[in-house]
């Protein structure tokens, strides 16, 4: 059971061997952790319990991460979650689709390692 103080992320992300590593890494530093492994579980979850923060793949089954950030966006609990974007894709659209659609920052996959984004969490839960 989480504490009052304690912040909750919302990973969506459709491979575990990214998912596993990741939210130890968070639980670690004391942060609730929740998965979803396609966009449509990722929107039903954020919407049914809002989360502080999303880190959000952009390539998944069901619905894809742009869709569910767009979706996202127009429902009013969803509307100001910080966003991360974790995506193999680097192509200059994506990034731009997504910067369009509202996200607090982009990463792609193979650029980063572990630490960093644990890093990049906590400093954006901290500016939340």
Do not use: C, F
């Not at 059971?1 to 968070?26: C, F, G, H, N, Y």
């Not at 960093?116 to 901290?126: F, G, S, Y």
Request: charged share 30%; glycine share 6%; aromatic share 2%.
């Amino acid at each position: 059971m989480p504490t009052p103080s304690q912040k909750k992320v919302l990973i969506v992300e459709d491979e575990d061997v990214i998912v596993m590593p990741l939210a130890d890494s968070l639980r670690r530093e004391g942060i609730e952790v929740a998965v979803a492994h396609n966009g449509e579980e990722g929107l039903e979850a954020a919407l049914a319990d809002v989360p502080d923060l999303i880190l959000l793949d952009i390539l998944m089954p069901k619905m894809d991460g742009l869709t569910m950030l767009k979706k996202l966006r127009a429902a009013p609990e969803g509307a100001r979650i910080p966003v991360l974007v974790l995506t193999n894709l680097g192509e200059i659209t994506s990034v731009a689709d997504t910067l369009e659609a509202g996200i607090s920052d982009y990463l792609v996959k193979s650029n980063w390692k572990l630490d960093d984004v644990v890093r990049r969490v906590n400093e954006r839960l901290a500016r939340a």
